[in-house]
């Protein structure tokens, strides 16, 4: 059907006495065409006069829809075995054009950011190819409002540590920070409330305020509001994750800042110049970073195991042998596994995310640890040769005969029984273990006990006893 513009044209052509093989020629329109705009000599459209097939069922069409719920095809086949006679696709065309089931469509509206004003943060779960095989991973972006600058980075799973690591990493990538951080309301930033009256956790305000910005929610079900980050997780989905392949974690994070510098430097048509073209404009309104941050860390108490390995996530790091069974403090970093023993460290660790698998420390500090313990239980042995000379073979045994990583503690209890408890029923109790090839401690101090219960115990005579029951 011709156009209201091409009628006039036809009526225009007409009136400078071209004739209709001319103008149909011209045109690229059949004569016919032509014919039947000079007849009616108007440039209005007619409308066509013809009746839709599912219009004699409108109002079945309106209650079946209630009745099903919403189910077109129920309607549908609801419609047929009532006789009618139409198409699904008649029937979802006329239901889309009378607005049957359809919310009316509303202006999404336009959002004009400052620089330095506000960016936008948001996760969203995806599958990545990491070390051969598609494993479940949650995209963290941060994208500037005004330059739309973004920072990607993949985790397996995110957590308000994650959250922390990641805002640090990213306001590094941009070297400064916005106003104002805008979150999702299901956000692991957020304690309680939405919208306006989100309030964040207090661990996240502490984090935001010592990096110069404030986190603000979107209200619920305005999703545009933080369409910066929404669009840039599309663009990273159909671009980025697409037939990429990673060893693994680190390697998937190395690439995509690698790809953020990409496509940060690409020029985008929508934008009318790169991120970065406009994140020169923008990076001078940033407020600067403070001069030191606070590092971002979670703590663990852990136990040294029997065999010298604290576990922290499924994954176990070595520590010297002489804090076994100790409770020892663990700060776990982005990058490391910091083991304290109250205000000293005692080991460091990269910290590991991927397959599982024990690590161990680097063979110069376990030589050196080795070293120091050996000159701690030489130092014990000798003491005790020289408190107990008469039974050097026997504790020179009893070291032998202790688990690994145990003979300077073994030493230490058989020094605190020296301590604790009277020489004379001790050697008692030694020279029965000695003759018996005894040497748990702990039997040694039961004997101990019974060598000495009469002299704090008393027994007294059985018959006096009997009368006082």
């Known amino acids: 059907m011709l156009d209201e513009k091409l009628r006039a044209t036809i009526l225009t052509l007409r009136g400078q006495k071209h004739g209709i093989r001319a103008i149909a020629r011209t045109l690229g329109i059949s004569r016919n065409a032509v014919r039947d705009v000079i007849g009616s000599n108007s440039t209005e459209v007619p409308t066509l006069d013809r009746r839709e097939k599912a219009e004699p069922h409108h109002d079945d069409i309106v209650e079946l829809f209630a009745s099903c719920k919403g189910n077109l095809v129920r309607v549908?086949?609801?419609?047929?075995?009532?006789?009618?006679?139409?198409?699904?696709?008649?029937?979802?065309?006329?239901?889309?054009?009378?607005?049957?089931g359809q919310e009316p469509k509303e202006p999404a509206g336009r959002y004009d950011h400052k620089p330095g004003q506000e960016m936008q943060h948001d996760t969203s779960p995806h599958f990545a190819n990491i070390g051969g095989r598609e494993r479940p991973v949650q995209l963290a972006g941060l994208t500037l409002a005004y330059s739309r600058m973004a920072f990607l980075q993949l985790y397996f799973q995110f957590t308000r540590f994650e959250c922390k690591v990641f805002l640090d990493d990213g306001l590094t990538y941009f070297d400064g920070t916005c106003e104002d951080c805008m979150v999702d309301n299901s956000s692991v930033i957020v304690l309680r409330g939405t919208?306006?009256?989100?309030?964040?956790?207090?661990e996240m305000v502490s984090f935001a305020e010592a990096r110069g910005f404030v986190f603000k929610a979107h209200e619920v079900g305005d999703a545009n509001r933080s369409a910066v980050v929404e669009g840039f997780f599309d663009y990273v989905q159909n671009n980025f994750l697409v037939h990429r392949k990673f060893q693994d974690l680190d390697d998937a994070n190395r690439q995509a800042i690698e790809w953020c510098d990409k496509i940060n430097a690409k020029f985008s048509r929508n934008l009318h110049a790169s991120r970065r073209d406009l994140f020169a404009t923008e990076r001078l309104k940033l407020k600067p970073l403070p001069l030191w941050r606070s590092p971002v860390y979670r703590i663990h108490n852990r136990i040294v195991d029997l065999e010298g390995f604290v576990n922290v996530n499924t994954y176990r790091y070595e520590v010297p042998a002489r804090y076994i069974g100790q409770n020892l403090e663990v700060r776990e970093t982005k990058s490391e596994i910091q083991i304290f023993d109250g205000p000293r460290v005692v080991a460091t660790h990269p910290r590991r995310i991927g397959d599982l698998t024990r690590i161990r420390l680097p063979k110069s500090e376990r030589a050196e640890h080795q070293r120091k313990r050996n000159e701690q239980l030489i130092a014990e042995e000798r003491q005790l040769h020289a408190e107990l000379p008469t039974f050097r073979e026997w504790i020179s045994e009893l070291h032998r005969r202790a688990p690994r990583g145990r003979a300077v503690a073994r030493l230490r209890q058989l020094k605190r029984l020296l301590r604790d408890y009277p020489e004379a029923p001790l050697r008692q109790a030694l020279e029965d273990a000695s003759r018996f090839g005894l040497y748990d401690l702990d039997r040694v101090e039961t004997m101990t006990l019974r060598n000495i219960r009469n002299d704090y115990f008393p027994s007294g005579d059985p018959s006096d006893g009997d009368d006082q029951a």
């Open 76 to 100: 549908h086949e609801e419609l047929e075995e009532q006789g009618a006679r139409l198409s699904y696709q008649a029937l979802t065309a006329y239901c889309r054009r009378h607005g049957i």
């Open 195 to 202: 919208g306006a009256n989100m309030v964040p956790v207090p």
